[in-house]
């Protein structure tokens, strides 16, 4: 029976031990990467469409695994969800881009913003970090408006009473909220008008095929124009060619995100990129 039994599981069994394993010693690696100073941030510009002008970055993390090279966060940022290192994760992500965008607001651009991601997790859980960081941000004499906080929309449309709080924190604090991936999965617009958001992002999906009189084409100017009715900011991710940037910035998007800007590049890169701007 024994046998058997193994005949009959060996086909999926190794892989999936393989694959649990590997989730393992990757959780495990991940405890160490903070402190090992293996995770970085990258900046990714955010470019006014009318202007062309860089206005904000996205910061993304990054991880360079002493063995594996880098590891992508749709990887890792699961990992760190289900092991709860997410909260220590988070909270350097905010650190650390508030320290890099006061310094651009110094040097380069005095209404600067950096947008940064708040898994939904994260986002609801009260450790006390997220007030220590509203305290730096204070001390630093920075003004709420040099963040701004990407969420989903799956976060508002279940939407409990930390939510609500959490949101309410920010507004208060002067922190703008952006609701990133937008078209994506839910179709329930009840919260845009409950809920008070600065931004949509137009998810890199509808941005792909865009051509004119095409459905995605459709779609986004009817995003655009609602955001601008709710007096909504739009973003548009993931424009990689001449063509989908002209016809966002002709549906009146107002900003725009993607590899034909720029790929995101670490921070030390991303400060010449502005210095350039600064000096034109
Ligand atoms: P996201 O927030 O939707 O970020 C945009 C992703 O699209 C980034 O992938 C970016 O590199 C990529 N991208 C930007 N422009 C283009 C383009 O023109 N074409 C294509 N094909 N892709 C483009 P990345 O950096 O791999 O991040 C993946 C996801 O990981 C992010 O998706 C976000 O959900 C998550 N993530 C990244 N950093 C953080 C973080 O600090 N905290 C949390 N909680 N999640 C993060
Ligand atoms: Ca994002
Ligand atoms: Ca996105
Ligand atoms: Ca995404």
């Avoid at 881009?97 to 310094?103: D, G, K, T």
């Avoid at 949101?167 to 994506?184: E, H, S």
């Avoid at 999965?185 to 095929?209: C, E």
Wanted: with cysteine.
């Amino acid at each position: 029976a024994k046998g058997g039994g193994r005949n009959r599981f060996s086909y999926f069994t190794p892989t999936l031990q393989v694959a649990a394993l590997n989730r393992m010693r990757l959780t495990n690696d991940l405890r160490g990467a903070l402190k090992g100073g293996q995770l970085a941030l990258y900046f990714q510009p955010i470019v006014h469409l009318r202007t062309g002008r860089i206005h904000k970055a996205e910061a993304l993390i990054r991880w360079t695994h002493p063995q594996r090279g880098m590891v992508s966060p749709l990887e890792f940022i699961p990992l760190a969800e289900s092991s709860g290192l997410i909260m220590e994760i988070g909270s350097w992500v905010l650190r650390e881009s508030v320290q890099w965008v006061r310094r651009w607001r110094r040097e380069h651009h005095p209404e600067f913003q950096v947008s940064v991601n708040q898994s939904p997790l994260e986002f609801q859980r009260d450790d006390g970090s997220y007030q220590a960081w509203l305290g730096e941000l204070q001390a630093l004499d920075l003004p709420g408006q040099s963040v701004v906080v990407e969420i989903t929309e799956g976060l508002l449309l279940d939407a409990n009473s930390a939510v609500s709080n959490k949101l309410l924190q920010l507004r208060d604090a002067g922190i703008q909220v952006a609701l990133d991936d937008f078209g994506t999965g839910y179709s329930s617009l009840s919260y845009l008008k409950k809920f008070d958001i600065d931004y949509l992002k137009i998810d890199r999906s509808f941005t792909r095929n865009l051509a004119p009189d095409s459905s995605d084409m459709a779609l986004s100017d009817a995003i655009i124009v609602m955001a601008h009715k709710l007096g909504l900011r739009v973003i548009a991710e993931g424009v990689e060619t001449a063509e989908q940037r002209d016809l966002l910035a002709a549906a009146g998007c107002d900003y725009g995100q993607g590899y034909l800007f720029a790929r995101p590049m670490p921070a030390e890169q991303f400060d010449a990129l502005l210095k350039a701007q600064a000096a034109q």
